[in-house]
Each structure stands twice: as C-alpha cells, then as structure tokens.
C-alpha cells in the first residue's frame, strides 16, 4: 500500500494548497471579475505556464525523477552532482527564455491574441503583464526540479504543500498592492502579476531548507555534462515535439476564445474549479505511482511494477468519480457560491458551470494520463505519450475549428475532455502490448462497479436532491452544498458496497483515517 500512502499524503498537503488557489480565484474574481482585463492578465500568464508544461511539470519532470533514482541508488553524491547539474543548467536555459519573453512580449501577445491588437490599452497591458510573470518560468523550473528530488527520497508532503506559497502571494498583492499601484496611475490588474512572479520564487524557496537537510546542500559540480544529464536531455527531446503541438493547440484556443469577451476568463475559473479533484487526487496519484513504480522496474522487479500500477489505475478512478458527479451535476451551485460577487455576475456564473460541466467528463480520463504518461518515461518508452499527444492534439485542433462557430466556446472544454480521452486510450494500448498486461487491466468488474455506483449517485443526485439555490441567502447556500456533496460521497459508498466493493472501501477509509490521526 505504499502508493497509497504517498498519495494520501500528497492529498493532504495539496488539499490546501489547491483550497489556497480556490481563494485567490475568489480575491481575483471579487476584484477585476470576467472582464477584458482578467482576459489580458489570464493571456499574458499562459506564455509562461505554456513553457512550464515542458521545464516543470511535463517531460523534464518524468525524464528526472527515474533517473535520479537510478543515481541515488548507485551513491548520494552521483544523485548530488546531477540535481545541481541540473539546477544550473535549468537557470541558464530558462533564464535565457524568460529574458526572450522580456524582448519580445508584444510579438508573443500578438501571436496569442490577435483579437488584443485592436484594443490599444488591453494590448499595452497585457504586454506588460508578460515582461512581468517572465521569471515565473524559472522560479517554478527550479521548483519541480526540488519536488521531483525530494519525492524521489520519499518526501512527499511539504513539496506538495508549496505550491501553497504562490496562492498565498498572489493574494496578499492583490489585497496589498492593487490600490497602491492604482494611486500611483497603473491598472490595479497588475498586482496579479507581480503576485505570481513572487509566488513562483517563494514555491522554489521553501524546499530548499529539506534538500538541505537531507544531505543536498549547493555544490558546483565538477562536471555539468554528464552521462546521465545526457540521458535526461534524451528523454526530454521527444517531449518538445509534444510540447510543440501542445503550443498550437493553446494557440489555436486562444485565438478562438479572445474575441469573445470574458470567455478566456470563464474557461479560466471553470478549469481551476475542475483542477482541484485532479491537483488533490490525480496529480498525487501519478506522482506517486512514478516514484515507487521506477524503483521497482530499476530494481528489475516488474511484478512488483506492475502491481503498483495496477494499484495507482484503481486508486484513481476510485477516488476520481464521486468528484465528477460533483462537478457536473452541482456545477452551478458551486460556481455561484465561490465566484458570484463583485464583478462577477449571473451570466459569468452560467458561462463558467457550462465550461465546468465539459471538463468534468474528461476527469477519470484525466487521472489515467496522469499516471500513464510517467510510466512511459520511466519505461524509457517517452515516444509512446509523445505519439499519442500529437494524435488527440490534432483531432482537438479539428474538432474547435469545425465546432466553436456553431456552439460557442463551451466547445473548446468539450474539445479537452475529448482530447485527453483519445490520449489515454492510445497510452492503455501501447501499455497493454509493451507490459503483457490483459485487458482485464484496464476494464475489470471492479472498475465496472466503479462506473455502476457513479451513475447510480449522478442519477440521485439530479432526480432528489435538487433545490432553488440561488434565492437562498448565503449560509443556506453554504449548508445546502455541503449536504449535497456529503449526500454524493454517501450514494457513492453505498452503492459501491451493494455492487460488492465493501472491503476497498473500508480499506481506504481506514488508511486514511489513520494517516489523519497521525498527521494531528
């Protein structure tokens, strides 16, 4: 049960993190709304967060991960050498980006947001914006650089927690600086930015006390160019081919949700809302999975791989369905609850549970890549989710151009549900052949019983448990949510013990019963 208790400890930890991030959408949504200017900051943050998919949370991180374990398994001072090789190399590479970003932000906006062009001040904004949050790419690199070597030692909760040091941030500069900057003649929207680039260095600084502790202390390696930073670089180079059609799907988004206003900002808080179940319960899974399952294959037990796989894959659809019959049936109630105030009015409420109600299809689906696309780097296999990428990213790009004309921009969350669909579906396969695993795998009765027990809570929930929401005050609100979500946990659990998953349920409940306890 190891995976297990890596992941619940990650939950823990990114439980508030992600509560943190849920406020700050609150404080951004209370301040500047689904406006032109929330649109121009939403744009001017993508460019930096785009590059972070490929330096912090995309293939560097899985290319790392298992081969920082292989050298630590051969010394502590080979694994040494490599993280600080890395460090270095990752400041002068993401550096040199972020300086470009500087340079050239009013040709990357143009590129982004053609539609931003025609509106001279949105445009100069939104520029100005990007030179901002530029060094955010490097602040959060060096981040997932620390994460990625503090999990491999078994650490899981404080780097889980860290990104807590963003939101927190970004909070405290739109409370504390948006109404200075706004006395000294700037738009107020600019605290947003300076928030996010102090946030990213604060979520890289405070995981340098326990790679300290842990016996990592800074060193200028001896030689930066090593066989296994060669090997790293490797397994990196087939994921900047993903990564690159990963850009124009972004970009051909973008353009296509730019020229309608506030609808990048409805997109935006809709898959912040549907990024809570996958930051709490998918994110720690996958991470989880790939720190142990590397260790079993690199020790050459892949049995014992592959049951901690097999263990992760059901963990997460377990886990992962409860939170999609929330979000989709309840979506309004809760964009309501958590955005409707300040400049955020009815209409952005319907907007944003529209788009939320898209993206929470795409959830089970969500929480597999999150598990198989490690799996593949640790297999040495990274061709495999770069092939699979490049397919779903194009039907994607098809799929919007074709569709958001005609049914508007709730297509572009449709069209990443679809996408991350297909994505799994050609990563299961290939995993299939490369392991020997059966079909069973992947559609056994226990997962039948999973599906059966969500459908049963989802249809519950839509013909009972129903009520006017949006007449009520605010503290009826809050209750009558709370009970809802309580009563789909509740559906769920039982008919998962009808359907025969009793002794799953109660073993979950008990690890995590025990590791709150402990956590106390």
């Not at 720190?291 to 037990?301: L, M």
């Not at 659809?317 to 309004?332: E, G, K, N, Q, R």
């Not at 009558?480 to 409940?509: D, H, K, P």
């Amino acid at each position: 049960m190891s995976v297990l208790r890596s992941t619940i400890k990650m939950a823990i930890a990114t439980f508030f993190s992600r509560i943190l991030g849920l406020v700050r959408e609150q404080v951004m949504a209370a301040y500047f709304g689904a406006s032109g200017v929330t649109d121009a900051f939403l744009v001017a943050y993508r460019i930096p967060n785009l590059l972070r998919d490929l330096f912090a949370e995309g293939a560097f991180s899985s290319a790392f991960v298992p081969t920082f374990v292989e050298a630590n398994q051969a010394s502590q001072q080979e694994s040494r050498e490599l993280m600080w090789s890395l460090f270095w190399l990752l400041t002068f590479i993401t550096g040199s980006i972020s300086l470009g970003i500087m340079v050239f932000a009013p040709e990357l906006i143009a590129l982004f947001a053609p539609a931003f062009v025609k509106d001279p001040e949105k445009f100069t904004i939104t520029v100005n914006l990007t030179r901002i949050m530029a060094p955010f790419l490097t602040f959060v690199s060096l981040a997932a650089l620390f994460m990625g070597a503090l999990n491999s030692l078994k650490v899981f909760f404080v780097p889980a927690l860290a990104p807590a040091s963003y939101n927190v941030m970004s909070i405290l500069c739109m409370v504390g600086l948006s109404g200075v900057i706004h006395q000294h003649g700037y738009h107020p929207i600019y605290s947003l930015g300076i928030g996010a680039m102090l946030g990213g260095f604060m979520q890289a600084a405070v995981q340098l006390p326990l790679i300290w502790r842990r016996g990592f202390r800074p060193i200028w390696p001896k030689r930066f160019w090593t066989d296994r930073s060669r090997k790293i670089v490797r397994l990196i180079g087939p994921g900047l081919v993903g990564f690159a059609a990963t850009q124009v799907n972004l970009l051909i988004t973008t353009i296509l949700a730019t020229p309608i206003v506030g609808a990048t900002s409805w997109l935006n808080y809709s898959f912040r809302l549907f990024q809570l179940p996958v930051g709490i319960l998918s994110v720690s899974i996958g991470n989880s999975n790939l720190v142990h399952f590397s260790e079993a294959w690199k020790k050459g037990d892949q049995a014992g791989a592959k049951s901690q796989l097999q263990q992760s894959y059901y963990l997460s659809f377990l886990t992962v369905m409860p939170a999609l019959v929330i979000l989709f049936c309840l979506s309004d109630e809760i964009v309501n609850l958590i955005f409707e105030r300040g400049r955020f009015d009815r209409e952005s409420t319907l907007m944003t549970g529209e788009a939320l109600r898209m993206y929470a299809l795409g959830l089970p689906f969500y929480g597999l890549y999150k598990i198989l696309v490690p799996t593949f780097y640790a297999l040495d296999r990274q061709k495999i989710p770069v092939m699979a990428s490049l397919v779903s990213i194009a039907l994607n790009i098809g799929f919007c151009l074709v569709l958001t004309p005609v049914f508007g921009f709730k297509v572009l969350a449709l069209g990443t549900t679809l996408s991350v669909l297909v994505n799994a579906v050609i990563q299961s396969w290939f995993l299939k052949r490369d392991l020997s695993l059966s079909w069973g795998f992947f559609f056994s009765a226990r997962i039948a019983k999973i599906v059966g027990a969500t459908l049963g809570a989802a249809v519950v929930v839509e013909v009972l448990l129903k009520v006017e929401f949006y007449a009520q005050p605010f503290f009826n609100k809050c209750f009558y949510l709370a009970a809802q979500i309580l009563s789909v946990g509740a559906l769920y659990v039982t008919f998962l013990m009808l359907l025969g998953e009793r002794s799953a349920v109660t073993a979950l409940l008990d690890k995590v019963t025990k590791k709150l306890r402990r956590s106390k």
